[in-house]
């Protein structure tokens, strides 16, 4: 249980300060950027009670958005995506997979689901995010633009994190 603590609080950490020092400075062709903090939510338990998912989506985007100045719009994102996940998850996973395996990896998935996953959650994440922050539906198709080249991006990045540090 210790270990668990530890070891999502490292994720947590890593992933924000990641995001805020280094992948927010990025900005490609002034309409790509890097979301890769949202990994902190896809990897938790599959048992992780939904209340508490809800309420470290709302510490996650409340310290995204106090870092960048944004109003609340990743803290409304995250609180969404704490809330839909085990929805989600009971859709794509099966009760076997969810009560043998106890939390999603590339390690303990196959490379397939875990693509899918993440690119449910990511698109989620991204259409809803870049929409609140253009708040308007003019430029929709550029915003839309934006939120799946984004996307893509942040799947990349995820998923190459798995290779790199979640190895079994």
């Known amino acids: 249980m210790l270990n668990n603590l530890l070891k999502y609080s ?3 950490i890593v992933a924000v300060l990641l995001q805020v020092l280094v992948l927010n400075r990025i900005l490609i ?26 309420l470290l989506g709302f510490i996650l985007g409340l310290s995204i958005d106090a870092f960048t100045n944004t109003l609340g719009v990743h ?30 990896r590339i390690s303990t998935m196959s490379l397939n689901w875990f693509i899918s996953y ?32 984004s996307g893509v991006l942040s799947i990349a990045l995820i998923v ?5 540090f979640f190895r079994r």
Do not use: W
């Open 10 to 12: 490292l994720i947590f």
């Open 29 to 54: 062709f002034r309409m790509i950027s890097p979301y890769f903090y949202l990994i902190f939510l896809l990897l938790l338990p599959y048992d992780t009670p939904k209340a508490l998912l809800i």
């Open 75 to 104: 803290t409304a994102v995250c609180v969404l995506i704490g809330f839909v996940r085990p929805m989600i998850l009971n859709e794509i996973s099966t009760r076997e997979t969810r009560e043998s395996v106890s939390a999603p």
């Open 118 to 149: 993440t690119a449910t959650f990511v698109a989620i994440h991204h259409l809803l995010l870049f929409m609140l922050e253009a708040f308007t539906f003019q430029g929709f198709f550029f915003t839309l633009a934006r939120a799946i080249l």
């Open 160 to 164: 190459i994190s798995q290779f790199l």
